[in-house]
């Protein structure tokens, strides 16, 4: 379990954002999916949450695949397992049931 879960039993915590262009506050897009992955980086340091397990559906796939992949080469802290999914509601269930 991670660093939220000592604080929540063994519940573990789900931390879900939007990424830039998906809301008023960061109206305009990232320029590239590794300013995305440096954004989730960021948040998952600041609230304390690494090493963390990190899902990303549809585009949020590659923005995980990016996050595990630049920061772990880049020597910070490991971001995984890593589990990227694709959009297809068929799909959804049996991915989530076996992470």
Request: charged share 20%; aromatic share 4%; hydrophobic share 40%.
């Amino acid at each position: 379990m991670g660093t939220l879960s000592r604080t929540r039993g063994d519940a573990p915590s789900v931390i879900a954002y939007d990424r830039r262009g998906f809301t008023q506050a960061a109206p305009d897009p990232a320029p590239s999916m590794r300013v995305n992955a440096d954004d989730a980086a960021a948040l998952l340091e600041h609230l304390d949450a690494v090493p963390a397990h990190v899902l990303g559906w549809s585009a949020g796939g590659l923005v995980a695949t990016c996050l595990a992949i630049e920061h772990r080469l880049a020597g910070r802290s490991p971001y995984g397992p890593v589990k990227p999914c694709d959009s297809s509601p068929a799909n959804g269930p049996d991915l989530l049931a076996s992470t």
